[in-house]
C-alpha cells in the first residue's frame, strides 16, 4: 500500500522547447486508482514513464508515502508499468515471462514456479504457461503482462492503455478483471486511458490532461455535473452550450435570461452548459428557464429517443427516454426547459 | 511432387558446395596431372605427408590465423554492438557523417587505406607485427559487423528494455535477459563476417606483416605461386575447414525464424 504524489513533475524532451507534461500535481492515496485521461500525446505516457523511473523528470517530484524516488532507479522503485503493447519477450516462454521479476529478485525455482501458476489462475489464463507469446491472442497477451506486472507485487501500479488495443466484449472482461485485482490486491494503480467512459467506469478520481497541463482532478461524476472548463465538459460528452453574462445567480443571454444557481464563476461572461437527459420537454410556455423551440429531427435510440432542436439559430440536442415521453414530430413547436438545478455555468474559453 | 523438387534443390546445393572440392582433393593426391587427362596420372599422398610434417609451417600459420581471426571478431563484435545501436536506434548531432564514416571502408579499396596507414604503422612499430595485422582486418570487419548490428537495432523495439528495468532487472542483467538474446542472432552473423574476412585476408597482412606474420593464407599463396599444385590443393581444403565449421555451426542463425534481422521487431 503507497501513497503516490506527483509534484509539480514537469518533462520537457531534449530535441522540444514546449514541455510534453507541465507542472502535473496528483495525490492518490493508498490503493486507490486513478486514470489518466486526455486525447493522444497529451503527456500521459510521459507520466507514466517518470513514475516508472526510466525517464528523469526535468524538474519536479514523485514521492511514494512521502519520500522522493527520484533518486531510486527503476529496478529497485517498486512501480511497475504495463506498456500499452504488452511487450511479452518472444523469445521466452509465457510462463518464463510471468516469473521474470521474480527470478531478477533472485528467487528460487521453485517457488517462482508456483507463483507463476497463482498469477496465471489469477488472470484466468491457468495451463498456458509452455506456450510462447505469439501463440496467444491480444487479450490474452494482455492479461500475461498483467501477470507479470503482478507477480513482483508492485507499490504502484501503472497500466498504459490497457483496454486500447482490445475489441469491445473483451475490453469489458479486462476492464472488470483488472477492477476485481486491484481491489483485491490493494495496489496504488494509475490507469491510463482516452476514453472518458473507460476512466469513469474504474477510476476513484480522473485528472484530465490537455497538452500537458492538468484541467481537473476530481471523482468521476464531477466531471458530468461540474466540469471545470469547456473543453472538459465537451471532452465528457457536452452538448448543449450557450454563450452569456452571469450574475447574482442569473445567466442573461440571446435566448432570455436563465436562473442559475448553479456556476463555476462569480459573475462575468460565461457558458450556460445543460446536459441532454436534463433538458425537459412540454408545449406550454409557463414557468421559468422555459423557451419555444421547434423539433428539426430526431433518432429513436431502443431505450431513448434523441431529437435536435432549433431555437433561432441556436441548436440543442435532447434526450427524452422512448417510455415515458409522448414523440414530438419533426417540424413540430415545443418548449424546452432548462431546470435550474440542471444548469451549470462555465467559464468562458 | 513437393518432394521431388526438395530432393533437386538438396542435389543442387551439394554439387554446387562439394564440386569445386572434387578438382582440389584430386590435385592434393597427385603427383602427375597433365592437361587433356581427366583424372591425375600418378597417385600420392606426398603433398599431405609433407603438409602435416611441422617444419611446413601449417601448424603455426593455422595457430596464427586463428588467432588473428578471433581477436577481430571479438573486438569487432564488441564495437559494432554500441555502435549499431546509436545508428539504428537513436538520433544526435552528426549523425549522418557518422554513417559516411562507417560506409566508407566498403568503398574505399582497402590497399588505399592501407598505404595509408602504412607510414604510421612503421613509426609506431606496429608494422612486421601481430597487432599491426589484427588492426588492418579490423577496418573491414568492424565496417560489416556495424552494418549488421545497425540492421538489428533498427529494427528493435528498446522499450523491451524499459520494460526490464521496471520489473526488477539492473542494467547488465537487463543486457544479459532481455537485449542479449533479441540481438543474438544478429551477433552470430555479425561474428561470422568479422571471422570469414579475417579469415580470407592475404594483401593486408602481406602489407602489414611485411612476411613475418604468415596466415594460413599467406601460406596457401606461397605455394599456389611456387606452383606446386599437389600442396597448394591440399592447403586449399586445411584452408577452409574452419571456415566451414564456422558456417555450419551459424548457418541456422542466417534464415528462417532464427533470422538476424528478426531483432526484437516492432513489439507486436
Ligand atoms: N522521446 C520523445 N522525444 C520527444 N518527444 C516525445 C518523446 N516521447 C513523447 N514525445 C512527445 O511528447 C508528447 C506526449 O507524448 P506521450 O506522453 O506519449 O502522450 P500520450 O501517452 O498521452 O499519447 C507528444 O507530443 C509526443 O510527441
Ligand atoms: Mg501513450
Not at chain 1, 51 to 56: D, V
Not at chain 1, 170 to 189: A, C, F, N, S, Y
Not at chain 1, 288 to 295: E, F, L, P, Q
Not at chain 1, 307 to 333: C, H, L, M, Q, W
Request: glycine share 8%; with cysteine; proline share 5%.
Amino acid at each position: 500500500m503507497t501513497h503516490l504524489v506527483l509534484n509539480e513533475l514537469s518533462q520537457t524532451y531534449s530535441n522540444t522547447d514546449k514541455p510534453a507534461l507541465d507542472r502535473l500535481n496528483l495525490d492518490i492515496k493508498s490503493g486507490m486508482l486513478n486514470a489518466l485521461l486526455g486525447p493522444s500525446g497529451c503527456g500521459k505516457t510521459t507520466a507514466m514513464k517518470m513514475i516508472a523511473g526510466i525517464l528523469t523528470p526535468t524538474s519536479g517530484d514523485i514521492l511514494f508515502d512521502g519520500k522522493s524516488v527520484l533518486a531510486i532507479p527503476a529496478e529497485r522503485r517498486g512501480a511497475v508499468m504495463v506498456f500499452q503493447n504488452y511487450l511479452l519477450f518472444p523469445y521466452m516462454s509465457v510462463g518464463e515471462n510471468v516469473g521474470f521479476g521474480l527470478k531478477m529478485a533472485r528467487m528460487n525455482k521453485a517457488t517462482i514456479e508456483k507463483k507463476v501458476l497463482e498469477m496465471l489462475e489469477l488472470v484466468q489464463l491457468p495451463g498456458v504457461q509452455n506456450r510462447k507469446p505469439s501463440q496467444l491472442s491480444g487479450g490474452q497477451q494482455q492479461r500475461i503482462a498483467l501477470a507479470r506486472a503482478l507477480i513482483v507485487e508492485p507499490k504502484v501500479l501503472l497500466l498504459d492503455e490497457p483496454l486500447s488495443n482490445l475489441d469491445a466484449h473483451l475490453r469489458d472482461e479486462m476492464r472488470e478483471l483488472i477492477r476485481d485485482i486491484q481491489r483485491k490486491m490493494g495496489i496504488t494503480t494509475v490507469f491510463v486511458t482516452h476514453d472518458q467512459e473507460e476512466a469513469v467506469m474504474l477510476a476513484d478520481k480522473i485528472a484530465l490532461i490537455f497538452e500537458g497541463v492538468l484541467q481537473q482532478y476530481d471523482e468521476p461524476d464531477v466531471f458530468y455535473n461540474q466540469p471545470g472548463s469547456l473543453r472538459a465538459a465537451k471532452f465528457f460528452g457536452g452538448v448543449n452550450f450557450l454563450d452569456g453574462e452571469y450574475a447574482a445567480n442569473q445567466m442573461t443571454t440571446e435566448l432570455g435570461t436563465f436562473s442559475a444557481p448553479r456556476s463555476s464563476l462569480d459573475t462575468g461572461p460565461g457558458v450556460l452548459s445543460i446536459r441532454p437527459e436534463d433538458i425537459e420537454f412540454g408545449t406550454t410556455n409557463d414557468g421559468d428557464n422555459t423557451i419555444s423551440a421547434r423539433v428539426n429531427s430526431h433518432v429513436y435510440v431502443g431505450t431513448y429517443t434523441k431529437y435536435k432542436i432549433d431555437v433561432n439559430d441556436f441548436r440543442f440536442e435532447v434526450i427524452a427516454e422512448a417510455n415515458t415521453k409522448e414523440s414530438f414530430p419533426d417540424g413540430s413547436n415545443v418548449t424546452i426547459r432548462f431546470p435550474a438545478d440542471k444548469i451549470w455555468i462555465l467559464p468562458k474559453g | 511432387m513437393n518432394r521431388i523438387i526438395r530432393w533437386f534443390a538438396m542435389t543442387m546445393i551439394i554439387i554446387w558446395v562439394v564440386a569445386p572440392f572434387i578438382p582440389l582433393w584430386l590435385w592434393s593426391f597427385s603427383l602427375r596431372w597433365r592437361f587433356p587427362n581427366l583424372l591425375p596420372e600418378v597417385w600420392s599422398p606426398r603433398a599431405w605427408l609433407y603438409l602435416l610434417k611441422p617444419s611446413s609451417g601449417v601448424l603455426d600459420a593455422t595457430i596464427d590465423s586463428l588467432v588473428i581471426a578471433v581477436v577481430v571478431t571479438v573486438v569487432s563484435v564488441a564495437i559494432a554492438i554500441p555502435a549499431g545501436r546509436a545508428l539504428g536506434l537513436y538520433r544526435f548531432r552528426g549523425k549522418r557523417f557518422m554513417e559516411f564514416l562507417i560506409l566508407a571502408p566498403t568503398i574505399i579499396p582497402g590497399l588505399a587505406s592501407v598505404f595509408g596507414v602504412h607510414g604510421l604503422f612503421l613509426r609506431y612499430h606496429l608494422a612486421n607485427s601481430l597487432v599491426g595485422v589484427i588492426l588492418v582486418h579490423l577496418i573491414s570487419s568492424v565496417t560489416y559487423a556495424t552494418m549488421v548490428m545497425w540492421g538489428v537495432f533498427s529494427n528493435y523495439n528498446p522499450e523491451f528494455e524499459e520494460q526490464g528495468r521496471v520489473l526488477g532487472a539492473n542494467p547488465i542483467r537487463n543486457f544479459r535477459y532481455v537485449t542479449w538474446p533479441a540481438i543474438f542472432p544478429g551477433i552470430v552473423v555479425a561474428a561470422l563476417f568479422s571471422f570469414l574476412l579475417s579469415w580470407y585476408q592475404y594483401l593486408l597482412t602481406l602489407i602489414i606483416g611485411g612476411g613475418k606474420v604468415q596466415t594460413l593464407a599467406m601460406l596457401l599463396f606461397n605455394f599456389a605461386r611456387s606452383g606446386d599444385r599437389p600442396v597448394a590443393g591440399a592447403l586449399s581444403i586445411i584452408f577452409m575447414i574452419p571456415a566451414l565449421i564456422v558456417l555450419f555451426v551459424t548457418s541456422r542463425y542466417l534464415t528462417g525464424e532464427n533470422a538476424a534481422v528478426s531483432g526484437l521487431g516492432g513489439g507486436r
